[in-house]
C-alpha cells in the first residue's frame, strides 16, 4: 500500500507523456545529417531522460563540447518545430493526477519554460504548484533538479514521493532522499530502475490516488 505524501514529484517523458515519438523522432533528423552510424527507435528512447550529450558522446566519433552544444541547439529547434504532434497523455495521468492530494511539481530533464508549455498544452498544468526543469544545472541522475524543486515548495526531503519511469529518475529520487515510485509504462528497463530499489511500482498513475482519498 502508497501512503500519502505532502508532496509529490513527476517526471515528464515516459511519466506523464508518451513523447518518444516525437522527442526520438527529432533525434532521428539531428544525427541523419551529423552521424554516419545508424540509430534505431529503441536504442534513442533508453536515452529519454538523460542529457542528450549522453547520447551524443555515444554515436558521435570524438565530439567537441561546440560540436555538441551545437547539436543540442538542433534538436531543441527540431522538436519544438514538432508541436509534440505524435505525444499523448498516458492513459489514468490526468484522472490520477486529478485525484492525488497533496502538492504536486515536476521534475525533468526538459528546461521550466518547455515543460510549462506542454502542461499547457495537454491541459494537466492545472494540477501543479510548482514546475521544475533542469536550467543550467547538472541533469538526472545528478538530485539538483529534485533540490531544486523541493526548495521552491518549501518541502523536505522526507515529505516528497518521486514518480520517473527511468533508471536516473530513481537514482536522482535516491540521492536526494526522498521516497522513490518507479512507473512500470514508461520506457525504463524494470531490471534497470530495480537496481535503485523504488519504494513503490505502480502500472497506472492512479494507483496513487485511493490512498490519499481514504485519509
Request: net charge negative.
Amino acid at each position: 500500500m502508497i501512503p500519502a505524501f505532502p508532496v509529490y514529484l513527476f517526471d515528464i517523458d515516459g511519466t506523464l507523456l508518451d513523447s518518444a515519438q516525437d522527442i526520438c523522432g527529432a533525434v532521428q533528423q539531428v544525427l541523419a545529417v551529423n552521424s554516419s552510424r545508424p540509430v534505431t527507435f529503441d536504442y534513442l528512447k533508453g536515452y529519454i531522460g538523460r542529457h542528450l550529450f549522453d547520447l551524443f558522446a555515444d554515436v558521435i566519433p570524438n565530439p567537441t563540447q561546440e560540436r555538441m552544444d551545437n547539436l543540442l541547439a538542433q534538436y531543441r529547434s527540431l522538436y519544438l518545430a514538432r508541436g509534440h504532434s505524435q505525444t499523448t497523455v498516458y492513459p489514468g495521468v490526468a484522472e490520477g493526477l486529478a485525484a492525488l492530494g497533496g502538492r504536486k511539481g515536476t521534475a525533468t530533464t526538459k528546461g521550466s519554460p518547455t515543460t510549462r508549455a506542454i502542461l499547457e498544452q495537454f491541459g494537466l498544468i492545472q494540477h501543479f504548484q510548482h514546475v521544475q526543469g533542469t536550467d543550467g544545472f547538472p541533469c538526472k541522475p545528478a538530485p539538483d533538479v529534485l533540490f531544486t524543486a523541493l526548495a521552491a515548495m518549501g518541502a523536505k526531503p522526507e515529505e516528497c514521493l518521486f514518480v520517473g519511469d527511468s533508471a536516473a529518475d530513481m537514482e536522482a529520487g535516491r540521492r536526494a532522499g526522498v521516497r522513490t515510485c518507479a512507473v512500470t509504462y514508461g520506457y525504463g528497463k524494470r531490471e534497470d530502475l530495480a537496481r535503485f530499489s523504488p519504494d513503490y511500482w505502480i502500472d497506472d498513475l492512479r494507483e496513487l490516488a485511493p490512498q490519499t482519498a481514504s485519509l
